[in-house]
């Protein structure tokens, strides 16, 4: 039984995230549990945005890899309490940044710190001179800075 | 009785994000910048998330088989519920701005208080939501503050946007009878509480942009009644043309 569980949650966690594909369900914290009963897997996921547009192909790559493991496969999506960046593992953080994508940096995220300074330490040099060239980037989690000393252009995995 | 107060209440709130979205994401490749082109529908994105959420829970609600885009693609002018403010046309960047300003940082509180709601599903979107729109906040303040410290030019804009935009922010307070007893009933926060906090938001970012809310000047109401202006009409007949079109279409 707990073979089958570990089995179960082997397959699922191996997804990768389609929009990120350096990291995997289970490094973003998102794969919050699978239980198998009488053959049927259940994955429990949580969305990452409430807009996110990744998250029914996340719940279908999940049940397809949990049907190719041999299980009867049911999801469900959990969506309390809601997901926070501090559920990326220390591995997934340190994926984001050898793929090029600074992880969040914690506490950042202050409705009152209008032009606050967040530190995000470039991926590639790992220098702290920074700046950011908008808000937002090419996904909703991500916002886009620039290295003053490298040079490099870089997503920033924002922290919610 | 309940269900039906939790139901309306529900989809007062899913009409908000859902028209305020569509609003945004009319700027799609029409922002002055490609930064503001992903901003806009960045924020539009959150808030169909969030309107798609709210949705859901008031088809479970309701428990007659409607789905959230029946919800949404199914009903008519009247039928809607959201407020006067969110239906507003974009005009220019000040005006789009100055409205996200304005509803944002009325939302910030709302679901910072929605946290505690005895309903689980309403905890779980605010937990997401809340995080979302802080940063709605952070950008539409931080343009804020930019056109109305900015040029002539940026700051009249801002301050015609002002002048045309205040009287929408009333309704934002004013509870319908769905929502004052989902209130009581420690559903949903209390929307006639959040005035304060919402001010506190403004205040230093209104004083670093140099601009003013008039005061003493009567306010525009009826969404919740579904007495909407010509605007939104138009706003539907885009938005729900495929549906209307093609009956049951899917992707």
Same mark, same amino acid.
């Given at each position: ?9 082997? /397959?699922? /966690? ?15 914290? %998102? ?11 259940? +994955? ?13 192909? %996340?719940?279908?790559?999940? *049940? ?8 009867? +496969? ?53 220098? *702290? ?30 922290? %919610? | ?33 490609? !930064? !503001? ?28 088989? #409607? ?13 809607? #519920?959201?407020?006067?403010?969110? !239906? ?8 789009? =701005? ?8 009325? =939302? !910030?509180?709302?679901?910072?208080? @929605? ?45 015609? @946007? ?16 769905? @929502? ?72």
């Amino acid at each position: 039984m707990v073979a089958e569980r570990e089995k179960a949650w082997a /397959a699922a /966690a191996s997804v990768p995230d389609p929009e990120v594909p350096c990291v995997t369900v289970a490094d973003l914290g %998102i794969l919050r549990d699978v239980r198998v009963e009488n053959g049927v897997a259940t +994955a429990f996921l949580t969305p990452t945005y409430s807009g996110c547009p990744a998250v029914d192909f %996340i719940e279908l790559a999940v *049940e397809t890899a949990l049907r190719d493991a041999g299980f009867d +496969a049911r999801i469900e999506r959990v969506i309390s309490p809601p997901w926070t960046t501090d559920w990326i593992t220390k591995e997934g953080r340190e994926k984001l940044r050898a793929y090029g994508i600074a992880p969040p940096v914690k506490g950042s995220n202050s409705k009152r710190a209008l032009f606050g300074e967040t530190v995000v330490a470039c991926p590639r040099c790992a220098s *702290e001179k920074t700046e950011r060239i908008s808000e937002f980037g090419s996904t909703a989690c991500k916002a886009q800075y620039r290295c003053t000393s490298c040079g490099e252009p870089f997503d920033y995995f924002k922290c %919610i | 009785m309940a269900d039906q107060a939790l139901l309306n209440a529900l989809i007062e709130l899913a009409d908000d994000h859902n028209i305020l979205s569509h609003r945004l994401a009319e700027w799609c490749g029409h922002a002055p910048i490609l !930064e !503001e082109d992903l901003a806009l529908t960045n924020m539009a994105l959150d808030m169909i998330g969030t309107a798609r959420g709210l949705y859901s829970h008031a088809a479970d609600v309701e428990g007659r088989g #409607r789905s959230e885009d029946d919800l949404a693609y199914l009903r008519v002018e009247r039928e809607y #519920r959201n407020c006067l403010l969110v !239906e507003r046309p974009n005009d220019d960047f000040a005006h789009t =701005m100055l409205r996200q300003l304005f509803f944002a940082a009325f =939302m !910030e509180p709302y679901w910072q208080s @929605a946290l505690t709601s005895s309903d689980e599903t309403i905890r779980g979107i605010a937990g997401k939501s809340v995080k979302e729109v802080a940063y709605h906040i952070r950008h539409a303040g931080e343009w804020v503050i930019r056109m109305g410290d900015g040029t002539q030019e940026s700051a009249a804009r801002l301050h015609a @946007a002002m002048q045309d935009l205040h009287i929408y922010t009333e309704e934002l307070f004013h509870a319908s009878e769905a @929502a004052g007893h989902c209130a009581r009933a420690g559903l949903l926060p209390d929307r006639t509480d959040l005035r304060e906090t919402w001010l506190e938001t403004l205040t230093p970012i209104f004083a670093e942009a140099r601009l003013e809310m008039p005061e003493g000047v009567p306010p525009q109401i009826g969404g919740r009644d579904g007495l909407h202006g010509e605007d939104l009409g138009h706003l539907l007949a885009e938005m729900q043309y495929l549906q209307r079109a093609h009956p049951g279409a899917s992707w």
